[in-house]
């Protein structure tokens, strides 16, 4: 469950209710192209912006669609008992696993940290992922809390943030060597996924996936096997779409892309977020049919 290519879809809105249908096909799409993992609400799914009835529609209609591939509930949000509370809607919907990111709108500390994950691994009967996003939570992991958390019971893998370009291999070794074997480390950053993929991380937590499933399994499967040199050629290929990523950031990028290409209705993601655009939506349309990405939407 916790190695290869987790795609992580849209959670799609229409007039202020999520688009159940629209979901449905995006995760039955997924599963049809054969990933190794579907992660729902997680930051492309627009957790944080969800009620706990709508979390719980999600969790249902993800493992519904899912079928045989394991299915991530992220469960992330600002208080351990609503935490726990939405742990135990993601398990009930029959979850593989969660995955949580330390949500908060104070800063936390180390220990506010360790505390959370330590009082909800203790009801856990699935697998957690500990999902580090600095980006969106303003907290920043370190090693040791690393370690600490990977000591916790049901703690099977670490989410990490993308390291800096010439740091990727060695991120990946002193995270190895710091937590136990059993642990499995995925990158997130989609620029830096066969990079981290090719250094030893053991999957990626893919963004760009659960949109386009077939160009991210190409270089999962080609770093997994052993063949860095196509994995690099294949994500640099992808590289127009990356300089949008950082210039938009991917959630507005992939909620257009999804809709350019028919897959959700269109302005799918939750107001105040106003998504990209025309100026830019033109843009990232130039890319779809520079990278012939319309005709790889299976």
Do not use: C
Not at 231 to 237: D, G, N, Y
Not at 247 to 264: P, Q, W
Not at 278 to 291: C, H, K, Q, T, Y
Request: cysteine-free.
């Amino acid at each position: 469950m916790f190695t290869g290519m987790i795609a992580f879809p849209l959670t799609p809105l229409r007039e202020d209710s999520i688009d159940e249908d629209a979901y449905r096909r995006i995760i039955s799409r997924l599963a049809a192209a054969g990933v190794d993992a579907i992660g729902a609400l997680g930051s492309t799914g627009s957790y944080a912006y969800l009620d706990r009835e709508e979390r719980r529609q999600v969790a249902i209609a993800t493992v519904e669609e899912a079928g045989e591939v394991p299915a991530i509930v992220g469960i992330g949000a600002t208080r351990t008992s609503h935490v726990q509370a939405l742990a135990e809607d993601a398990q009930e919907a029959g979850a593989d696993a969660v995955l949580l990111a330390p949500v908060s709108y104070q800063a936390l500390t180390g220990d506010d940290v360790f505390a959370l994950y330590e009082r909800v691994t203790a009801g856990l009967s699935v697998p957690l992922v500990v999902y580090d996003n600095p980006g969106t939570t303003h907290f920043t992991f370190s090693t040791d809390l690393y370690a600490r958390i990977a000591a916790l019971p049901n703690v099977a893998a670490i989410k990490i943030p993308p390291p800096p370009a010439d740091e990727v291999a060695g991120r990946i070794a002193t995270i190895r060597a710091a937590v136990p074997e059993h642990i499995r480390i995925g990158i997130s950053g989609d620029n830096r996924a066969a990079a981290a993929m090719n250094a030893g991380a053991d999957s990626w937590f893919s963004v760009i996936g659960g949109t386009l499933p077939q160009p991210a399994l190409e270089i999962t499967r080609a770093a997994l096997a052993g063949d860095a040199a196509l994995a690099e050629v294949e994500s640099a290929r992808l590289q127009p779409l990356w300089d949008l990523f950082g210039a938009h950031g991917s959630y507005r990028v992939t909620a257009a892309l999804a809709e350019h290409l028919g897959l959700v209705p269109q302005r799918s993601l939750p107001h105040p977020i106003l998504g990209l655009g025309d100026a830019d939506r033109a843009r990232l349309g130039d890319v779809i049919d520079e990278l012939d990405l319309g005709t790889r939407i299976r």
